[in-house]
């Protein structure tokens, strides 16, 4: 999708342990885009060993590979996406043009909700908004289903509720 509708700003909202950050800075890169990406990177709690607690923003950083850093690829803000500081840090960093945004940080209906509101102010005519988790999770899917039902044509909305490969 980055590379067909050659989407340049990137952005990623909760990043954890940087597994889908490397993957956009890979075809970002490919299409000399940047991947800005967001969290907290602070233990807020883990659901097992699958999805163990958020490591600190240097070792994520490792995970995602050094280089998408030196050559300004990939930027990582340590930040609360539910405060002032993450609109101002959207609009400075992809100078209020958003093209495309992965949400997948707090799985409760608000932080969903809070992060679309944030991100949509900031979102280029063409960008596209991809939510995680809107099947697994009741906040997300709670959200999602709000979007279809309140849809006035203002969004094109695209489900894939099913995925993760083999």
């Known amino acids: 999708l980055i590379d ?9 909202v909760g990043v954890q342990k940087g ?14 885009g940047k ?6 990177f602070q233990p807020v709690g883990a659901y097992g060993p699958k999805y163990p607690i958020t490591p600190p923003a240097e070792i ?5 590979g050094l280089s998408y ?21 959207l609009k400075f960093d992809t100078n209020g ?8 940080a707090c799985h409760s209906y608000d932080g969903v ?17 991809i939510f995680h988790d809107t099947f697994s999770h009741a906040g997300p899917r709670k959200f999602i289903l709000e979007l279809y039902k309140e849809n006035d ?10 995925g993760g490969g083999p």
């Not at 994520?60 to 995602?64: D, G, T």
């Not at 043009?97 to 997948?104: H, P």
């Not at 044509?153 to 489900?159: A, E, H, K, S």
């Open 4 to 12: 067909f509708c050659n989407y340049k700003n990137i952005v990623e």
């Open 19 to 32: 597994e889908t950050t490397k993957k956009l800075c890979e075809i970002a890169d490919k299409v000399g």
């Open 35 to 40: 991947v800005f990406g967001y969290d907290m």
């Open 60 to 64: 994520v950083a490792h995970n995602i």
């Open 69 to 89: 850093f030196k050559s300004g690829t990939c930027k990582l803000t340590q930040v609360n996406t539910r405060s002032d500081a993450f609109s101002e840090a």
């Open 97 to 104: 043009r958003v093209d495309l945004a992965f949400i997948d």
């Open 113 to 129: 909700k809070n992060d679309f509101e944030r991100v949509y102010e900031h979102l280029s005519p063409e960008g596209t908004i």
């Open 153 to 162: 044509g203002t969004y094109d909305m695209i489900n894939l509720p099913f």
